[in-house]
């Protein structure tokens, strides 16, 4: 069976031939996991919060990387690409959401360089007008506006990149700079070579906060900033007889997760000065006639990452949280994992080890604050003999993923951080105490959680899903992923 898992890529129809039904312990490892029903949940969680709190929502696929229907029937259908070759990817399935009466509309999620327009503007001569939305940020970026025309037969929806501080992409929302782009993009609009849309900006180092208050006071001053372009934008355009109404685009997982925390019953979280600031900066933003548009992509997996910002509520509420409290999300909120095998264990040497056959290829290779490990493993499948209890998956076994390479992952028990705190918080104490000096065997199989799932997810195919509402310890779908540029 392993060897017809390799390159070239089988249909889904054939994976599922060869997987669904399987028991995890079956399968070929590495082998990246997907829990449906975490990852439903969670993508359930964001899109009520965009619905009750008024605003829109525009899927990033750069994790997930498919077009299997992650946006639950919404009527529009807005995506965020990393690549062409992603938007290239959801063709098919964009044509059956405008068969069913849906709008479809593929924002290339940076400044475009001029080589991939033609590619873009093919897509959209088979998808439609309004279809494509690209990223400026230069004024020489307008230069393929006529050669998108020329092939797709109209022009793109234009958003301008802003800068709000996280400094990758983008420029300033008061800067000369914005307002010469914006006046030779209105020139373009009249020339019949694009549509303005809006403005866009990219709060990553939400990645580098903490808490709830954090990530709100990120969106905060994110929001704030982006207006300030928007409303630029908005004033520029009525000069010219052309009023509209501008779409602000902003966010990252965990800056939009946060604001889940501004529903609900009051809690320390939603009734903070800063969530009460949030709450009417949204409100403040639609007065003036623009709209805000929340977009995110690890939402639907989450990861170590996402886990230690600590932005969102969790749906699995600890059955020992306080009632007057909130319980913040941990690892039975995390819908990824990759199932990877032991290679060998070293249990003599101080302290003890075990080798996994999963590397940097698997694992990716991202540090992050807080904690020095690669990755983490879960209790799935460990038990000091027959008899003990068989961790699920939900609970941290202590050890993490120490030192990669290529293909080797170095599993050691954790020396403590932030992280094995947050971990801890979802119980399984007793667990972790009753594991053992060494709780691994040579060809044991363990799900490991990685650092930053999008990385990780790179290195495969296609995704074996369980679904831990149905039977957690068996395939039930095969899910086909998309990878290159």
């Not at 290339?108 to 998808?127: C, E, F, H, I, W």
């Not at 549509?195 to 808490?211: F, N």
């Not at 007793?430 to 053992?436: D, Q, S, T, Y």
């Not at 990685?450 to 195919?461: E, K, L, R, T």
Request: glycine share 8%; proline share 5%.
């Amino acid at each position: 069976m392993d060897s017809a898992l390799q390159s070239p890529l089988p249909s889904r129809e054939d994976l599922k031939k060869l997987l669904v039904g399987k028991k995890l312990s079956e399968l070929p490892t590495p082998i990246a996991l997907v829990d449906r029903h975490v990852a439903a949940i969670n993508c359930k969680k964001m899109l009520d919060a965009c619905s009750r709190l008024n605003v829109l929502f525009r899927s990033h696929i750069k994790t997930h990387k498919m077009g299997d229907d992650l946006s639950n029937d919404l009527k529009h259908v807005n995506l965020i690409v990393s690549t062409v070759r992603e938007a290239e990817f959801l063709k098919e399935y964009l044509l059956e959401c405008k068969q069913q009466g849906r709008t479809v509309n593929v924002l290339y999620g940076m400044p475009v360089p001029p080589s991939n327009v033609d590619r873009l503007a093919k897509l959209g001569q088979s998808l439609g007008q309004g279809s494509i939305g690209l990223l400026v940020d230069n004024i020489s970026q307008l230069e393929s506006l006529k050669r998108f025309r020329k092939t797709a037969g109209f022009g793109p929806y234009i958003t301008f990149k802003i800068d709000t501080g996280y400094h990758r992409a983008g420029i300033p929302p008061t800067s000369k700079n914005l307002e010469d782009l914006v006046r030779h993009t209105i020139e373009a609009e009249k020339n019949g070579l694009c549509k303005i849309h809006g403005v866009y900006s990219h709060s990553g180092h939400s990645y580098y906060t903490t808490s709830p208050e954090e990530n709100m006071a990120c969106l905060l001053e994110e929001i704030q900033k982006l207006s300030e372009g928007a409303l630029l934008v908005k004033k520029l355009l009525s000069e010219e007889k052309e009023p509209r109404r501008m779409i602000m685009s902003v966010g990252a997982t965990p800056s939009c997760s946060s604001v889940a925390h501004l529903l609900g019953p009051p809690t320390e979280h939603n009734q903070s000065p800063t969530a009460t600031k949030l709450r009417e900066a949204l409100q403040d933003v639609l007065s003036k006639g623009l709209s805000i548009e929340l977009h995110a992509g690890n939402y639907p997996f989450l990861d170590m990452q996402q886990l230690y910002t600590q932005a969102s509520p969790s749906v699995f509420t600890n059955q020992d949280q306080d009632q007057d409290s909130q319980s913040l999300i941990t690892q039975k909120d995390i819908a990824y994992t990759v199932l990877a095998e032991v290679a060998s264990t070293y249990a003599l040497r101080s302290p003890p080890q075990a080798l996994i056959a999963a590397g940097t290829l698997a694992l990716g290779h991202e540090p992050y604050e807080g904690y020095s490990s690669w990755a983490m493993i879960s209790d799935w499948g460990l038990g000091s003999d027959k008899e003990s209890r068989i961790g699920h998956g939900d609970i941290y076994s202590g050890w993490d993923v120490v030192k990669v390479s290529q293909e080797h992952g170095m599993l050691q028990r954790s020396m403590g951080s932030k992280m094995q705190a947050i971990m801890q918080k979802a119980g399984g104490d007793e667990v972790v105490n009753g594991l053992g000096e060494m709780p691994f065997a040579v060809g044991q199989k363990v799900r490991v959680w990685p650092n930053h799932c999008c990385v990780s997810a790179a290195g495969f195919g296609f995704y074996a899903v369980v679904d831990s509402n149905e039977d957690p310890e068996r395939v039930v779908d095969v899910w086909i992923r998309c990878n290159g540029w």
